[in-house]
């Protein structure tokens, strides 16, 4: 620690920070534009003048760049003397000269940090009164807006989409002050990440698209910390809601995970919680009738008279629910009647997974941990469109060769131009080994393109050449050769190996050979990481929990085990084909589904009762690393309804539970449920304290939902009742709705409903909400793993004797698309504006001039007696014999996964 003194107080620092980052670190307002926590300095704006003193006889002192002032011993600074205050004002009025002033229509208005910055500055008054600069817009997409003539010209946003993501299509152009940031030539921007410009710029330049169809200022908004449903990484979210809708997304930060950033699917994809036709009351049909129910009542009574035996009823859970909710249907059926609702494929994966993360000594990095590796490994998964941030953190850790360049010469970690210039591009290694192309071939080292068996054969060669004790793999081609030693000596010669693989593929022997090449570098010594990758946001937390496939369970329905069947939160039609699934529906008396979108599967129920979804309800999701995280209910539904009949899912299930069995209802908060789960399944006992319960309180008041400058809550209801009722109450967690209740709940909890404190009313103040900027909040990370990590343990080798079995004809393989593989974003009206309009279908070159077939071509197989009709686009990448498909779209299901197809044939159409 460096002793420094600012504003005559005396302060123990990190010199290994700048000035800036330690000023707003200990709490000091120092405006400031082009800085931001994750992009380093660069010293643009000017905007973060304060005064060196010398000594402390010194009266004169010099100005200096705060963001770009290293920390020495006995430094002396003063932030809020006269010279530095109008220094700092006078940059403001310099930046606001070309400013259009348009506040009140501007959508950034009241969470702007341009606002923020000039009321911190005292610039009132407007003296400039000449013709200002002006531009013409760009169409970026349909997420994102732009009005450049707010721009301030802090570069902060293509420092982010180039120099941070690694976008090549957006920039800046001009000259002097004409300088304009956007596309060479409008159009959608094709970065993953392309959101993030909303919250990196500090004025209203970037804007949400979708946001701007039902606009709502920042302080009207309610609010919930949340977490991301659409894949596997659990980003931390904020979910801001009005009039019942979901109106807004924001970056929640989360120092492990996701911190400053989310991808675009995690942003942009949050309209299907607001749809028409989503399920409000429960609904009966049969014999071609269907009838709307009474009540909640009158629906748990037809339901149990329906359901005579529980030993009859066969239970098919989800891992797009909350472990809440699977927990209370396996509590209802029996964990012998209970499925985790995946296919036989991917469970298989989960379960290895599971016991990988518990078993094996091989510790999984965060994704904020997986920055600081020097040689990555990815087998058989396209991680920027699966896990989209663990790809944005594969390319930090990629360029952290050029950190170590830097720190070698004395360069410190925040001076990004220098960083930029003394590394000449110098790279960390990054392999893939995949089926086919991805987004991160750009900054890899070495791309090898293989089907799914011979992705499996090369990674046990791997091991086997950098452990001996493992087996070896014959017959490798000579490219195959060449392959596997580079990847070998780049791992022998790491100090820090990454191995990434998952469940993507459905190969469990991937995933073993995956575990193999991690052991053998394990044993080496060397501090390996392994990041084993699954499909949905609760994989791990549902399998926890066990169960039978989802093959097993239609089979078992198909022999008349079970005369009844109830489906939570899940579409089978997702995963079988239409006559299979029609199969099974004829072999149960009772089809009860229970969702809150109306699914295919909801629309064939006898019974379809309604249900929140993750913005309407609170839970608990785990995420790749166990991490079992709580997301919290953003606004009551029924607030808004007339006698709606949704409930939580947890809260159907128990309460049929307890009228089949005649017992009392035990479980009446989230809180009751919880206790049940760690109490009966030892693989959630630190459920406990991953969150305050609902009886945490601050100075006897539960936390505020809303703003205090939130209005307009006297009419959110007038559509319904002009009278205002009360406000919902609870139950399940610590928030209270509306704004009434503890406004600073950062210093009590990790869980925040909203980042804003008085002065800083845009993103920017997380900055805020930190012990250190850039750092853990102040009540730390939330959430904890439930599978401790313990160095000392082992697992034994995977044998390779399953490699080499290969077939004739076409052998199915998935892939994947950011917008288009997860079912939840699939519903959101603009998400369907902008996805695919047909089934792709993938082939090789060698194949395509076989069936003299082009990219564009339309062909078809079969497969279960159904016809099957795809477009196919051809790649040089892929290895003939594969058909590559996007399964899970367009009535493409996911159980064709590695299936064998035999009658693949051009049609015309």
């Known amino acids: 620690m460096t002793i420094i003194f600012i504003n005559n107080k005396k302060y123990d620092v990190n010199e290994s920070d700048n000035l800036l980052h330690i000023c707003l670190s200990l709490g000091f307002d120092i405006p400031y534009f082009c800085w931001h926590p994750a992009l380093g300095s660069v010293g643009a704006c000017r905007q973060c003048i304060v005064k060196q003193y010398h000594s402390f006889e010194d009266k004169i002192g010099r100005l200096v760049v705060s963001c770009m002032t290293s920390i020495v011993e006995g430094l002396i600074i003063s932030t809020d003397d006269h010279e530095s205050k109008d220094f700092r004002k006078s940059v403001t009025e310099l930046l606001m000269t070309n400013h259009p002033h348009d506040c009140p229509v501007c959508e950034e208005g009241g969470s702007c940090h341009l606002q923020d910055m000039t009321v911190m500055n005292k610039h009132y008054i407007r003296r400039y009164r000449f013709k200002k600069r002006t531009h013409n817009n760009q169409y970026l997409g349909s997420f994102i807006g732009h009005e450049m003539n707010r721009c301030i010209s802090c570069y902060r946003c293509v420092r982010y989409y180039k120099d941070y993501s690694d976008g090549i299509d957006f920039g800046v152009y001009g000259i002097s002050n004409n300088v304009y940031f956007g596309r060479l030539e409008e159009g959608p921007l094709d970065s993953e990440f392309s959101g993030n410009l909303i919250d990196v710029c500090p004025t209203g330049v970037f804007t949400d698209k979708i946001q701007s169809e039902k606009y709502t200022r920042k302080w009207d908004l309610q609010y919930a910390p949340s977490i991301c449903q659409h894949c596997c990484i659990g980003c931390n979210i904020t979910a801001g809601e009005k009039y019942g809708e979901i109106c807004k997304i924001e970056n929640r930060y989360h120092g492990s995970i996701n911190r400053y950033f989310l991808c675009d699917l995690g942003r942009f994809s949050y309209s299907y919680s607001n749809l028409q036709d989503r399920p409000r009351y429960s609904v009966v049909r049969f014999k071609n009738e269907e009838k709307v129910l009474e009540s909640v009542d009158s629906s748990i009574e037809l339901i149990t008279k329906r359901l005579v035996s529980v030993s009859k009823v066969l239970g098919i859970g989800s891992s797009r629910a909350s472990l809440e909710s699977n927990y209370a ?35 999984t990095p965060t994704l904020r941990e997986i920055e600081e590796y020097d040689t990555i490994l990815i087998l058989g998964e396209d991680i920027t469109q699966t896990s989209p941030m663990i790809a944005l953190s594969v390319r930090q850790a990629v360029k952290g060769k050029s950190r170590s360049i830097a720190l070698s010469k004395n360069i410190p970690k925040w001076h990004t131009l220098a960083i930029k210039n003394v590394s000449q591009k ?104 392994l990041v084993l990758l ?42 079988f084909p239409k006559s299979k ?44 690393e166990s991490r079992a995280q709580r997301f919290f209910q953003v606004y009551d539904p029924n607030f808004y309804g007339n006698n709606w009949h949704i409930l939580d899912s947890w809260m159907w299930l128990h309460r049929i539970d307890c009228t089949l069995r005649k017992k009392h209802q ?242 015309t159409v």
């Open 666 to 907: 035990m479980w009446y908060r989230l809180d009751d449920v919880v206790h049940s789960i760690f109490s009966d399944n030892l693989n959630f006992k630190q459920l406990r304290i991953i969150a305050p319960d609902s009886s945490f309180k601050v100075f006897g008041q539960k936390l505020a939902r809303s703003p205090h400058r939130c209005s307009g809550r006297t009419s959110v209801r007038s559509n319904i009742d002009v009278h205002e009722i009360s406000q919902p109450e609870d139950k399940n967690s610590m928030f209270s709705f509306s704004m009434e209740g503890c406004q600073q709940s950062y210093k009590h909890s990790s869980y925040i409903p909203f980042a804003w404190v008085p002065g800083w009313n845009s993103i920017q103040a997380w900055n805020k909400f930190q012990k250190n900027i850039n750092g853990e909040l102040y009540c730390g990370d939330s959430g904890k793993r439930l599978c401790l990590y313990d160095s000392n343990k082992s697992m034994p080798w995977f044998d390779n004797t399953l490699v080499g079995i290969f077939h004739k004809n076409y052998s199915i393989f998935p892939y994947y698309l950011l917008f288009g593989s997860e079912q939840l974003s699939q519903l959101s009206p603009v998400i369907k504006r902008n996805t695919l309009k047909d089934a792709i279908g993938m082939i090789s070159k060698q194949d395509a001039d076989c069936l003299s077939v082009q990219s564009g071509s339309t062909m078809e197989f079969s497969y279960f007696d159904t016809k099957f009709v795809i477009k196919v686009k051809v790649s040089s990448e892929i290895e003939s014999g594969q058909l590559g498909l996007l399964l899970g779209y367009l009535d493409i299901p996911l159980f064709l996964s590695r299936r064998m197809v035999v009658n693949l044939r051009k049609i």
């Open 581 to 624: 699934v029609k199969q099974v529906f004829n072999n149960v008396k009772n089809i009860l589904v229970i969702d809150h979108i109306n699914t295919n599967t909801m629309k064939k129920a006898h019974i379809a009762l309604p249900v929140t979804n993750s913005f309407e309800s609170s839970g608990t999701v785990v995420n790749y």
């Open 534 to 575: 699954t499909s949905a946001s609760n994989s791990l937390g549902v399998g926890l929990l066990e169960g039978i496939s989802l093959e097993r369970a239609m089979n078992s329905i198909l022999e008349k085990k079970y005369d009844s069947l109830i489906i939570l939160e899940n579409d089978l039609y997702r995963y």
């Open 426 to 529: 110098i790279r960390n290694k990054l392999f893939i080994i995949n089926t086919h192309s991805t987004k991160l071939d750009d900054i890899s080292e070495a791309s090898y393109f293989c089907s799914i068996n011979n992705q499996v054969k090369l990674s046990f060669e791997i091991a086997h050449k950098i452990d001996r004790n493992f087996s070896n793999v014959s017959n490798l081609s000579e490219n195959e050769i060449i392959i596997v030693e580079k990847i070998v000596y780049a791992l022998l010669s790491s100090k820090n190996p990454l191995i990434i693989s998952g469940s993507h593929s459905n190969s469990i022997e991937l995933i073993q050979a995956a575990h193999n090449i991690a052991k053998a570098l394990k044993n080496i010594k060397k501090r390996v990481g």
């Open 329 to 363: 249907l396996q509590n209802l059926v029996g964990i012998e009647h209970f499925s985790v609702g995946m296919l036989q494929n991917e469970w298989d994966c989960v379960i290895l997974i599971i016991k990988i993360l518990k078993n094996s000594g091989i510790y």
